[in-house]
């Protein structure tokens, strides 16, 4: 099976920076997602990595490691509409996407 | 329509009855898959269609099946549903099997 860890939950100040990180083991890799999913939502994409560096993409970065199987995804200047479940998926071996829980960002004023 | 939809939005359903869960997207997108969301486990892949006339399973297929008769439907069928399947349903597509997909707005069914 597929592993993909990454943190339940995090909480960060309005106009700070928040790094969640995700950890991989699957079979195989051609590529990590980032999705963003607010409540009640559906996800949405946020970011594609499928070389090791840095993708930056407005407030929004994300990081690859593939020797680590380690990617993170930056989020800066921290606002309350960021407040969501962000979503690492590993596209692997056969190009289906395994997800991992998800992690609850709070945005607190 | 513009993008991907699906139907219904939510659903109470006995168990035992049989349900088909509607999805249908306008980008012509060859790739299309359904995924349950359950809390603390994530996404999971049910089925998938590669393209127009072909399905595979993914990781949780017992209990479902799919057809993909045209490029646009993608219906995932509970044959006789069960209270374990009572989850968030989305539907994606994607128009290569690595590119990015684009999830619908969701299916909340809960089986009694």
């Known amino acids: 099976g597929q592993n993909i860890d990454q943190p339940t939950e995090m909480t960060a100040t309005e106009g700070a920076i928040v790094q969640i990180n995700c950890t991989y083991q699957t079979s195989g890799f051609n590529g990590l997602f980032w999705y963003q999913q607010h409540a009640g939502e559906a996800p949405t994409f946020l970011s594609y990595n499928v070389l090791d560096g840095l993708e930056e993409k407005g407030r929004f970065s994300s990081f690859l490691s593939r020797s680590k199987g380690y990617s993170y995804l930056l989020l800066k200047e921290l606002q309350m509409k960021d407040s969501a479940s962000y979503l690492c998926a590993v596209l692997t071996n056969d190009y289906k996407l395994s997800f991992g829980a998800g992690t609850t960002v709070t945005v607190r004023a | 329509i513009a993008g991907i939809t699906q139907a219904p939005t939510s659903q109470i359903l006995a168990a035992g009855r049989r349900m088909t869960l509607r999805c249908t997207q306008d980008m012509r997108h060859n790739a299309m898959y359904w995924y349950r969301q359950d809390l603390g486990l994530g996404l999971r892949l049910i089925h998938y269609?590669?393209?127009?006339?072909?399905?595979g399973k993914g990781e949780v297929p017992d209990g479902y099946s799919v057809s993909r008769a045209n490029t646009d439907d993608f219906p995932l069928t509970l044959a006789s549903a069960v209270p374990s399947q009572t989850s968030v349903y989305f539907c994606?597509?994607?128009?290569?099997?690595?590119?990015?997909?684009?999830f619908g707005p969701g299916t909340r069914l809960t089986v009694l």
């Open positions: 994606a597509s994607s128009d290569s099997d690595h590119n990015e997909q684009f």
């Open positions: 269609s590669n393209t127009a006339g072909t399905t």
